[in-house]
């Protein structure tokens, strides 16, 4: 379990495998004492599993397995070696809980229509970003509801059929992917998980 707060932007070292199973070498500035084998990492919203830790100058380098789920839902068999991703790691009792409950299982993958400054001030500009998202999973996007983009936890500030639209402030930009982020880009996305267990109630009581 996540809370959709990036505390590190790593960068893929390496990427090996074909076909239903890449094996991606990450590198962090996490300590790698504190990174057991098996340990849950969400990257880029993505949650997987470290298969190996080495330790590195200024951090590790770990190892994860992407298999044929992972990558049909998700932007991650697009990675190359020097492509930034949020990191987070799992929840542990009594953290604080800042953003939302994320599982790290991606719903699917939503594309950046639009990117517009909306503020601009001494700390910096806020960007409002609007969105595409797939139309099975709409629905489940509120107004003032949260989303999971690339691993962070943002409110939806408004939705138009398929569109919804996210607002950075300067901090958020700064200290994850999205200040790299444009038009174009497709990004992974999980919807909220009440919205989602909400929706199928629904459905069951409907049949």
Same mark, same amino acid.
């Given at each position: 379990?996540?809370?959709?707060?990036?505390?590190?932007?790593?960068?893929?070292a390496s990427? =090996?495998?074909?076909?239903?199973?890449?094996?991606?070498? %990450?590198?962090?500035?996490?300590?790698?004492?504190? %990174?057991?084998?098996? @340990?849950?990492? @969400?990257?880029?919203?993505?949650?997987?599993?470290?298969?190996?830790?080495?330790?590195?100058?200024?951090?590790c380098?770990?190892?994860?397995?992407?298999?044929?789920?992972?990558?049909?839902?998700?932007?991650?068999?697009?990675?190359?070696?020097?492509t930034?991703?949020?990191?987070?790691?799992?929840?542990k009792?009594?953290?604080?809980?800042?953003?939302?409950?994320?599982?790290?299982?991606?719903?699917?993958?939503?594309?950046?229509?639009?990117?517009?400054? *909306?503020?601009?001030?001494?700390?910096?500009?806020?960007?409002?970003?609007?969105?595409?998202?797939?139309a099975?999973?709409?629905?489940?996007?509120?107004?003032?509801? =949260?989303?999971? &983009?690339?691993?962070? =936890?943002?409110?939806?500030?408004?939705?138009?059929?398929d569109?919804? =639209?996210? &607002?950075?402030?300067?901090?958020?930009?700064? *200290?994850?992917?999205?200040?790299?982020?444009?038009?174009?880009?497709? &990004?992974?996305?999980?919807?909220d998980?009440?919205a989602?267990?909400?929706?199928?109630?629904?459905?069951?009581?409907?049949?």
């Open positions: 379990m996540f809370t959709g707060l990036v505390s590190d932007v790593g960068t893929v990427v =090996s495998g074909d076909g239903d199973l890449l094996r991606i070498a %990450i590198r962090a500035s996490y300590d790698p004492a504190t %990174i057991a084998l098996g @340990a849950s990492i @969400a990257c880029a919203g993505p949650c997987l599993t470290a298969v190996s830790v080495e330790p590195t100058a200024g951090g380098v770990f190892a994860v397995d992407a298999a044929a789920e992972t990558l049909a839902r998700t932007t991650v068999g697009a990675w190359v070696a020097g930034r991703i949020n990191l987070e790691r799992s929840l009792i009594g953290d604080e809980l800042g953003g939302h409950l994320v599982t790290g299982h991606v719903d699917g993958v939503a594309e950046i229509v639009e990117r517009e400054t *909306v503020t601009a001030d001494a700390w910096g500009a806020s960007e409002r970003f609007t969105l595409r998202a797939p099975a999973l709409a629905k489940f996007i509120a107004e003032k509801g =949260s989303v999971c &983009l690339d691993g962070t =936890s943002l409110t939806v500030n408004a939705v138009q059929g569109l919804f =639209s996210v &607002l950075l402030i300067p901090h958020t930009l700064q *200290v994850t992917t999205w200040g790299e982020r444009r038009q174009g880009d497709r &990004l992974n996305l999980e919807v998980l009440i989602r267990y909400a929706a199928r109630l629904t459905e069951a009581r409907a049949g």
